[in-house]
């Protein structure tokens, strides 16, 4: 059997990763697609990484962006992939209100543009389309769990350009014939989540306050709640979605949901610490209450987190809850990870991520020394 070939933009993300190294298991020639950038972005991928002297190399890495539809379709059309996985995006929620008109370019037209490129090169047959959809699409509650059928109801320019991608997908879908589906994942996290997305900003933030590198963090709305998994678990469901026989929608969510506040204190419960929640609103304060715990640099009384407004969205989506029935009962997919593993696995790594920033003080060494 010849190798199958799959595509994956937003390789350099953190579920371009999980996947490239999925699919690689699995014995797929992977080709990435990344972004310039002034300084190295593949700190996620570096570890299957291939010199381009190499031969037979089944990881290849192009130039790329979601916004310039000629390069997309020459890569197509070099490539001819089995498989794309449209992972890249600007998917930062509260950013895209400072950049709608960019994260509208790549977030909803870049999906178009890789859709046009399988129909323009005649790949209409060969080439399965996976697009990243997502929870936000439901934003204002309509209905709880939320399923394939609920409707959506964006409240962010992430997620109306997201709605717009999502549509794309199935019109190109019934239009032209292409295998082309939406998972509508809701979010799930890793070590490797992005630091400015509030569980890793949690716990990054929970490692260095243990550690004495930092002495408080400020968040936004600790009422909002999130339906989290692990990356793992759902970029698997990633690839099982475009290997069945007909092409469609799914919800990929654990269906359980845990407020802001409630994870920040599993956090500091993972280091023995237990925390309470004092005020309502800009006034509240987590406090320490108690400690287990002699190794960390911890304080009875101490408030470590606060609430800033800045972080506060101009419109939020409270709460999200999925239920993914029909993945389960079509497909047999299944979580592996639970919240509780999912912490133990962000915490372990930022603890440890976090030891190596204190020894490094410890010896004198600044993280950055070129301008001193
Ligand atoms: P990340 O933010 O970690 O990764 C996004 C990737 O897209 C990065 O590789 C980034 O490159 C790349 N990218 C951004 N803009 C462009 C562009 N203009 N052209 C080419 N590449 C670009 O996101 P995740 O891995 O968490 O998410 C993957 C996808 O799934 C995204 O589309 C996201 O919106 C969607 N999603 C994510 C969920 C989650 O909870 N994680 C839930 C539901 C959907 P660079 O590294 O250079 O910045
Ligand atoms: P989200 O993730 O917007 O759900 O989008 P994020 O982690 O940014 O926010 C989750 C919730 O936490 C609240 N919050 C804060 N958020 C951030 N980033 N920083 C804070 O300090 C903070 N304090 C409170 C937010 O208001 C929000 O309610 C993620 C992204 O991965 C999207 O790309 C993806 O589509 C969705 O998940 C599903």
């Known amino acids: 059997m010849p190798k199958k070939v799959a595509l994956i933009t937003g390789v350099t993300g953190q579920d371009g990763a999980y996947l490239s190294e999925f699919l690689l298991k699995k014995g797929y020639e992977v080709h990435g697609i990344k972004r310039r950038a002034s300084l190295f972005n593949t700190d996620r991928i570096d570890h299957l990484y291939q010199d381009p002297h190499e031969e037979n190399r089944n990881f290849v890495l192009h130039y790329g962006d979601l916004t310039d539809s000629t390069n997309l379709t020459r890569i197509i059309q070099q490539v001819q992939p089995d498989e794309i996985y449209n992972l890249a995006a600007m ?26 490129a399988v129909r323009l090169l005649g790949l209409t ?8 959809s997502t929870s936000e699409l439901y934003g204002k509650v309509q209905e709880i769990p939320q399923t394939e059928k609920t409707p959506f109801y964006p409240r962010s320019p992430y997620a109306v350009a997201k709605l717009y991608a999502y549509w794309a997908t199935v019109n190109y879908r019934e239009a032209y014939g292409i295998f082309a589906c939406n998972g509508i994942l809701f979010n799930h996290e890793s070590p490797v989540r992005g630091e400015t997305f509030v569980t890793r900003k949690i716990t990054r933030a929970t ?24 990356a793992k678990d759902y970029v698997r469901m990633m690839w099982m979605v475009l290997q069945t026989d007909i092409p469609e929608d799914w919800v990929i969510a654990t269906g359980k949901t845990t407020s802001i506040r409630d994870f920040v204190k599993k956090c500091f419960a993972h280091i023995g610490v237990q925390l309470e929640f004092e005020g309502r609103g ?19 009384g101490k408030e470590v987190v606060a609430v800033d407004e800045r972080y506060y969205r101009p419109t939020e989506v409270d709460l999200l809850v999925g239920d993914a029935t029909k993945a389960k009962e079509k497909l047999g997919w299944e979580p592996k990870y639970q919240l509780v593993d999912l912490v133990n696995d962000m915490m372990q790594s930022d603890l440890k991520l976090m030891q190596k920033e204190q020894y490094l003080k410890e010896g004198g060494y600044t993280i950055n020394n070129y301008f001193e």
């Open 91 to 116: 998917s930062h929620v509260h950013v895209s209100f400072e950049m709608a008109e960019y994260t509208a370019d790549t977030d909803g037209i870049g999906a178009l543009r890789i859709l046009e």
């Open 125 to 132: 047959k060969k080439t399965k389309v996976y697009q990243a």
């Open 207 to 230: 490692a260095r306050i243990a550690l004495g590198l930092q002495d408080k963090v400020y968040l936004g709305n600790l009422d909002a709640q999130r339906d989290w998994g692990h």
């Open 282 to 300: 800009v006034n509240e304060k987590g406090i320490i209450k108690k400690c287990n715990n002699q190794q960390y640099q911890i304080k009875i």
